[in-house]
């Protein structure tokens, strides 16, 4: 298919390597748009790993993706395939008033990084903040730090909280697929799509992870007709053995679990 370079599915979602430009439109709609595109502030050419004082900064390679802000053509069409919308920086792009901006306070101390990041929604509501520490060494959470620009899981799934009726989530600029593993946590549908290859096979592991470990907890089984390969093996395989019976790359196993 044009646009589509390639495509996963894993369990109820569909991860798709492409640029969004081209794939969005040859999707369907959605109930909720939740994304994080570039904001054209460079954080991905090495802007991160100059600042870090509280801990060893790490260096993504010189990434330019982030030196341009997401165009307004995507935002056009992010706002065409969802109904509700929850899109990160949007105080860098050209989106109309709105009640309801979701802030994220980083609680960074005094150093030159942004006290916050806001979230533009076309919610009817009122502002929402959550203070999530996420630079140096007593940061919230214990997911591993796969992308320059890598958002904490538990503000993503914070986010899915103001979406409760929405059961299929759009995330256009996937990055690590950190909206796709709290779709995974909460039961949602997701399609995520990403350009760069390397981000994308990170994300397809951990969201592949992510859907595992909810099968674990899950008590009903699927019938045997509707059991697709990861499914298979999350029911058949013993618990030991599913990191190697993983359809995605060894070595991506190997740098999730070494940071
Ligand atoms: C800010 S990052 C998203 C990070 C993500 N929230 C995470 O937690 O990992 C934006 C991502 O959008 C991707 N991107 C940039 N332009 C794109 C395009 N036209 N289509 C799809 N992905 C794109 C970049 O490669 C980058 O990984």
Redo the contacts with the bound molecule.
Sequence with gaps: MPGIIKEERIGGQRLIL??????MPLLGKVDAVV?????GIG??AGKNKSRGKLAVAVDYGD?E??NEP??PK?LSLMRHCGNLQII??GNFFDLPPTSCYLVWDKMNGKTDFADCELAWTNLKQAVRLIKWQWNGMIRKGHEPR???????LGV?KWCLEHLPDSQTIL?????????GVACANLGRKFIG????EK?FD??CKRIDQAQRQGQLFQPEKPKAEQLDTHTYMTNTVPPERRETASPYPKTLVGKLAGR
């Design positions: 492409g640029d969004c430009l081209e794939v994304t994080d595109p570039p904001y954080e991905a990434l993706w982030d997401c165009p995507a990160w920086g796969c992308h320059p620009t890598q958002k904490p993503m995330d256009p600029f996937m990055g690590s697929g950190t909206t799509i990403e350009i760069e981000y990170i994300a």
